[in-house]
């Protein structure tokens, strides 16, 4: 069993992690400003403790630009139908913009929706998994904006 101290520093390191939480990636506010100016509709769709997530949203300051926000344990086929489902989207107009294979990529793939991975370079080991062919390559967050000008050019030139 753990003594008193080792339970103590155990502790204190996940409060540690919960206080100061993650670092925004490179980018992602003035990225998010020219998707709101697309006038795209955007959902924040995260995994994790509730409070925790609630707490690192609210610090990052990015909350306003995101027309809802949900927060789930797992990220799965199940979960993105659910999302799909809640706010009545249509899966082939819609983009999951990712870093994990396992929780971004692969299941909005499955549930019809189309991905845009952004790989980060401290991928989690438990989050590899092949990834499915059918994603759409980024290289930085801040290539989204041009990846998904471009896919409603070619929708609206299909159209016509």
Known sequence: TMDFHEKWKIEGRGWA?????????????????????MDLNLIL???????????????SGLAHYFDGVEIVLHKNVETFQNIIDLYALDPDNCFMVGDSIKSDINPALKVGMNAIYVPQEDAWVLEVEELDPRHIPATSFTDVPSILKDWITRQNTIAC
């Open 45 to 59: 769709f995260t995994k994790g403790d509730l409070e925790v997530q609630e707490n690192k949203i609210k610090k």
């Open 17 to 37: 992690i919960f206080e100061t939480g993650h670092e925004l990636i490179p980018h992602v506010e003035k990225t998010l400003q020219v998707l709101r100016e």
